[in-house]
């Protein structure tokens, strides 16, 4: 494999992994506040409708995002009124948002544009256009660096940039703040965190509403710069890679950057070889495209070890008299 066909995969790859990557941050901070959210994937799918209708009605990518963002958030809060408010069970809350989106997304589609649940395709400024770096073009030439920096780094979108400067920002937040603190408390001895006056409700409610934010970004990203649209169940379960993402990276940031690169790298692989020839046998299309599933499963059961979520995780909070 030459430098210009490894730099294309590795493209590939960052644009793939970065709805992933958000997703699975959005799920580090719920989780790390005691909240499992298996809903990653209906607040996605949401996200990406809203987003996908606003656009193409306004032309504008800028609104699409931010209904997108607020579609995540509804459905992140109706998950807090359940799980937090409620103390109902955090992972059927969340498998009911998955249907909820899932079904509510084809019907108001189909309702509203007659294309069979699909929005009309985004154009021009419905989109999020690739962003080329300063001196992309300048360096170039330059052996090795040039093609690296102009393929790879340069020529994103702003999401793409978003989603990897949120790793640092992500392990500060959590690691070197007040906030952050008090947020893994939460996950970890909410009644140590009550003991000393401070909300264990609030806390949760914020971890949960960050989760939504990201989810929104992600599911806008997914529609209106990744591809140009909404279509049916169009997250392809990659609210579902995410959480194994998460659990891969065992809830810590900078691993949870590294699981999603894995998994986006899957997933380009899959998508640049779609017949694979071994000898005298062809690998089937199929086989290549459910690739990044089945090697999700293996890695899981065989690599992962013991993963240990936060103490408190998927335990209502009652507060004692």
């Known amino acids: 494999m ?3 066909t490894l ?4 493209d590939s790859t960052v644009r793939l992994a970065t709805p992933l990557l958000l997703a699975c941050l959005a799920g580090l901070y719920s989780e790390r506040a005691g ?7 209906g607040k996605m799918l949401a996200a990406a409708f809203l987003s996908a209708a606003v656009a193409a009605v306004t032309g504008s990518v800028w609104l699409g995002l931010g209904a ?3 579609a995540a958030l509804l459905m992140a809060l109706i998950h807090g009124l359940a799980s937090i408010t409620f103390r109902g069970n955090q992972l059927i809350s969340g498998v009911a948002i998955n249907f909820l989106a899932a079904g509510l997304t084809v019907v108001i589609a189909q309702d509203w544009f007659q294309q069979g649940g699909r929005t009309p395709s985004l154009m021009g400024g419905a989109r999020f256009e690739a962003i080329t770096l300063p001196l992309a073009e300048t360096l170039r030439a330059v052996p090795v660096f040039g093609p690296i920096y102009h393929d790879l780094i340069s020529g994103h979108t702003i999401p793409v940039y978003f989603a990897f400067a949120m790793v640092p920002v992500t392990w500060w937040v959590l690691f070197r703040t007040r906030f952050g603190l008090r947020l893994r408390a939460v996950g970890e001895s909410p009644e ?12 949760r409610y914020a971890a949960v509403l960050i989760c939504g934010v990201l989810c929104g970004i992600a599911g806008a990203y997914l529609a209106t710069a990744l591809q140009a649209g909404f279509s049916k169940d169009m997250t392809a379960g990659r609210g579902y890679i995410a959480l194994a993402a998460l659990i891969f990276a065992k809830w810590r940031p900078w ?18 070889y779609q017949s694979l020839e071994l000898g ?3 690998v089937p299309v199929q086989a290549m495209d459910a690739l990044p599933y089945i090697l999700t499963v293996v890695i ?3 690599f992962v070890g013991r993963a240990i979520p936060p103490r408190a995780g998927g335990e209502p909070y009652v507060k004692e008299r």
């Open 2 to 4: 030459d430098l210009a």
């Open 7 to 10: 730099l294309q995969v590795l």
């Open 35 to 41: 909240i499992f959210d298996i809903g990653l994937e």
């Open 68 to 70: 997108g963002i607020l």
């Open 192 to 203: 140590a965190l009550d003991t000393a006056g401070v909300s264990v409700i609030r806390t």
């Open 255 to 272: 691993h949870a950057l590294m699981a999603t690169m894995l998994f986006g790298l899957l997933q380009a692989v899959a998508l640049r």
């Open 280 to 282: 005298r046998v062809t």
């Open 300 to 302: 899981l059961a065989g």
